[in-house]
């Protein structure tokens, strides 16, 4: 076999994962994680029963491509509910395994060689993969931290970067990591440009519970003229945390289903079947559910803040998701986040992630002094690991 290496040149340039690396350090230095973004507590305990039941019931086998039938309708229930959105559950929403098979199915399944794809960095890093697979390129708009605390894009330069080839913009919201939720205003910007230029948007909203200071998560589907150009992505892991489950879903009118689903088939074509039901009864629980659920993130996120500000690395408060990015510049002059993240978890026993690695490489620098802590954890683990930061600082 020749030597060289054979991975598709759509990949090429994809460098090894940075969470590989910081989880074998937080493991041969006994740190803390705070790098990977999952919770290390469980869900609701009704939801955990159910898939216990399903498996001794002897729900086991494939599901129906498009998902079991109760699931669809939970997540119709589920979109009207909190959102007022009308989605029809036997034409338009499909189940897939997790948020990352709807997004790889509706980029694998729209996209063709050439188009442009507008996303806002620093981003989750499945989207620039799935881009490349799919022949496509993306256009990275950078989000900066801003005067007013959040992070925020230049509109300008979102409108200057449409081409005739600009086929798609995938938005997050609220968004990993800079934990902006993005407000009606921006949302509209972003309408105008959709519409004006005929573009479909992808909204990964698999954080639309966890939203802080009354914040208000808005689906931008519900915009004038969005419905029908909008695939609203999300998943059960990050609301009932059963992130190992992998059952997502995507919502659309039936013609941006069906093409999600041709490319979705190609991968798993179904599965989880005794998590389905569960997840169903977790988009049933009462609004107090993600209520408190909100509530005890945004507990966590002040805790970690505090230290964080403490010991000078300059924290910018999210707004939503389990994420908070730090400047480090306050404590390593460089302002080298990789290095500081390789150094943390021997000097204070704590793991973060190098926001560098979720940027465009052409514009690491703007992610260079930045990194990402997670709080998705229990309360006792963040009272741990800010205690160890305050002892460093
Ligand atoms: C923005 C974003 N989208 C999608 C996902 C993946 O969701 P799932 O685990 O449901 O595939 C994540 C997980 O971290 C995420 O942060």
Known sequence: MNAASPLTSRLQGFGA???????????STGSINLGQGFPDYDGPAEVLQIARDQI????????????????RLAVSGHQDRFWGLTYDPTTEILITMGATEALAGALLGILNDGDEVIVFEPLFD??????????????PITLRPQESGRYEFDADELRRSITSRTRMILLNSPHNPTGSVFTFE?????????????LIVISDEVYEHLVFDNKKHIPIATLPGMFERTITISSGGK?????????????????????????????????????????????????????????DLQNKRDVLMLALEECGLRPITPEGTYFITADVRGRRADGDGVAFCRELPGQAGIVAIPAAVLYDPRHESEG???VRFAFCKERSTIARASEQLRAWA
Not at 17 to 27: K, P, Y
Not at 56 to 71: E, K, R, V
Not at 186 to 198: G, K, N, P, R, Y
């Open 17 to 27: 994962s940075i969470f590989a690396e910081m989880t074998a350090l937080a493991v």
């Open 56 to 71: 001794a019931g002897g729900n086991n086998q494939y599901p129906p491509g498009i998902g079991m039938a109760d699931l």
């Open 126 to 139: 499945t989207y620039a993969g799935c881009i490349a697979l799919a022949g496509a390129i993306s256009v």
């Open 186 to 198: 921006e949302l509209q910007t972003i309408a105008s440009i959709a519409i004006e230029h005929d």
């Open 239 to 295: 609301s009932f945390n059963t992130t190992g489950w992998k059952i997502g879903w995507a919502c659309a009118p039936a013609p941006l289903i069906n093409a999600t689903r041709m490319a979705k088939q190609l991968f798993t074509f179904a599965g989880g079947s005794p998590f389905q039901p569960a997840i169903a009864a977790g988009l049933r629980l009462p609004d107090s559910y993600f209520t408190a659920l909100a509530a």
């Open 368 to 370: 260079r002094h930045l």
